[in-house]
T-cell receptor, first 112, second 112 residues
Framework: ELKVEQNPLFLSMQEGKNYTIYCNYS?????LYWYRQDPGKSLESLFV?????AVKQEGRLMASLDTKARLSTLHITAAVHDLSATYFC????????????FGQGTRLTINP | EAQVTQNPRYLITVTGKKLTVTCSQN?????MSWYRQDPGLGLRQIYY???????DKGDVPEGYKVSRKEKRNFPLILESPSPNQTSLYFC???????????FGPGTRLTVT
């Protein structure tokens, strides 16, 4: 059974600091997604990582994938308040069926 | 505009009163799916469909039904809602080959 675990689940940090959210998954998969969710809103796609060693960056966010370690990281550089949100990683369980399994989410609060 | 729509967005109902939440996409996607989101649990898949008349159970299908009579629509049916189905529901769609999944705006359901 595919399980996806994120840590930390809650993160409070100051503006200007760097931090990393970790996403571990239990069985082989070569496609990993990162989503952002603001309170009361839907999921916004941030990154889709399709292969081992993939690295993608958008603004202050950078995501990477290590399929051998079954680990993805979402790194936040010089955090700003606007990045406060809940971040989810998700892994495809069955590629033919596009079945996503989500982590629990990391609630990120960035304080001025 | 490419989008996934859900209706209603908010619904308060009573135990046992049948309800349907509609989902529609305008991107000609083969794959559609329903998720529920509960605090601390992330999103869990309820049902999915890989094409017209092809549906299958996800991780938490009990108490739900779906149908896929047209490619664009994938309604979620609660025949006899119970309070433990109080949740935030998301519909999603994608091409069968992925990789991007598009989420609807969400439906907040309260069953009293």
């Amino acid at each position: 059974e595919l399980k996806v675990e994120q840590n930390p689940l809650f993160l409070s940090m100051q503006e200007g600091k760097n931090y990393t959210i970790y996403c571990n998954y239990s069985t082989t998969s070569d496609r990993l997604y990162w989503y952002r969710q603001d309170p009361g809103k839907s999921l916004e796609s941030l990154f889709v990582l399709l292969s081992n060693g993939a690295v993608k960056q958008e603004g202050r966010l950078m995501a990477s994938l290590d399929t051998k370690a079954r680990l993805s990281t979402l790194h936040i550089t010089a955090a700003v308040h606007d990045l406060s949100a809940t971040y989810f990683c998700a892994v495809i369980r069955n590629q033919g069926a596009q079945k996503l399994v989500f982590g629990q989410g990391t609630r990120l609060t960035i304080n001025p | 505009e490419a989008q996934v729509t859900q209706n209603p967005r908010y619904l308060i109902t009573v135990t046992g009163k049948k309800l349907t939440v509609t989902c529609s996409q305008n991107m000609n996607h083969e794959y559609m799916s329903w998720y529920r989101q509960d605090p601390g649990l992330g999103l869990r898949q309820i049902y999915y469909s890989m094409n017209v008349e092809v549906t299958d159970k996800g991780d938490v299908p009990e108490g739900y039904k779906v149908s896929r009579k047209e490619k664009r629509n994938f309604p979620l049916i609660l025949e006899s809602p119970s309070p433990n189905q109080t949740s935030l529901y998301f519909c999603a769609s994608s091409l069968i080959t992925g990789p991007e999944q598009y989420f609807g705006p969400g439906t907040r359901l309260t069953v009293t």
